[in-house]
């Protein structure tokens, strides 16, 4: 029976899990016995845990979403826990990071081993102010097959996950269905089905997921609902006809300016003067070819 998590510190000592729901889940016999881990601060696993995860081919929206979710965590004591992957994970890990909160790191390969390589300084942060955890040995490399694997260390550690943005068959899916196997809640964001990155929580929404309308429907899941006040950030709405014309026709998805221009009858300047101005007052951003809500 596994009773406690090892790390391994250059003072070698190992920290205790007193979290019994977790401790049931760890001696599943697809655990592992131990955890190794790294990093300054091992009360992140004494606070409440919330695993938000995702798409690495995430949109602006989603990466966003996933930004202001981690922030709202941390903001409310509450440890993030993702996968340090491209995508959902980092932005999650980073806006929990932004926010001043604690965040947990788990890996697919050795703690020596920084992968994807351009989130050297993610994981450096993520040190800093949290844990990064995993079940390999130093020098495992990352081979695609552990990643599905070590999902399921995600929804352990966590006592509720949030699906932001997931594929119909991407390795969020099995976060969730693992968490929902632990007896974890699972959260997932709606999406357009226009939006492909959106097809795996709208199935998980028909699965039994329950929808996050709003950052603080966390705090149901805690067992903390009402204490902390939540709601997306938005910036103002424009007074300009022009830009309100522009954002009615886009009505929350992605659209090439090709197509804004065959949906708003207004000349080509003052198309581009309203794009502008919506760019700049952070209602939009042009990313990928396309004009992208905020």
Not at 98 to 109: E, F, I, P, Q, S
Not at 173 to 180: E, L, P
């Amino acid at each position: 029976m596994v009773t406690r998590l090892s790390h391994r510190w250059e003072r070698g000592d190992a920290f205790p899990v007193r979290d019994a729901d977790l401790l049931d889940v760890m001696v599943d016999a697809r655990m592992p016995r131990v955890l190794l881990g790294e990093g300054d601060r091992p009360d992140a696993f004494t606070a409440p845990r919330v695993a938000i995860v995702g798409t690495r081919a995430a949109t602006p929206m989603g990466l966003a979403d996933a930004i202001e979710i981690g922030a709202f965590c941390a903001r409310a004591g509450i440890t993030v826990i993702s996968g340090l992957a491209i995508g959902i994970d980092g932005a999650a890990h980073t806006g929990a990071l932004d926010a001043g909160g604690l965040t947990v790191g788990v890996v697919a390969t050795g703690l020596d081993v920084t992968y994807p390589r351009r989130h050297g300084r993610l994981y450096e942060r993520v040190r800093e102010q949290g844990l990064i955890v995993g079940e390999n040995d130093y020098g495992t490399q990352p081979l695609p097959w552990r990643f599905p694997i070590r999902n399921r260390i995600i929804a352990a550690l966590a006592d509720a996950v949030v699906v932001v943005e997931a594929t119909a068959s991407g390795g969020a899916r099995i976060t969730a269905n693992d968490a929902a196997r632990f007896g974890r809640d699972v959260y997932a964001l709606p999406g357009s089905r226009r939006n492909p990155a959106a097809a795996g929580c709208n199935a998980l929404l028909l699965d039994g997921a329950k929808p996050l309308l709003d950052p603080s429907d966390i705090l149901f899941a805690l067992g903390r609902g009402g204490t902390v006040e939540g709601g997306w950030r938005a910036p103002p709405p424009p007074i300009d006809p022009d830009q309100r014309a522009v954002l009615h026709a886009l009505a929350g998805d992605a659209a090439s300016i090709e197509e804004i221009e065959r949906r708003v009858r207004i000349p080509v300047d003052r198309l581009g003067a309203a794009l502008r101005a919506l760019e700049r007052g952070a209602h939009l951003e042009r990313k990928r070819g396309l004009w992208w809500p905020r």
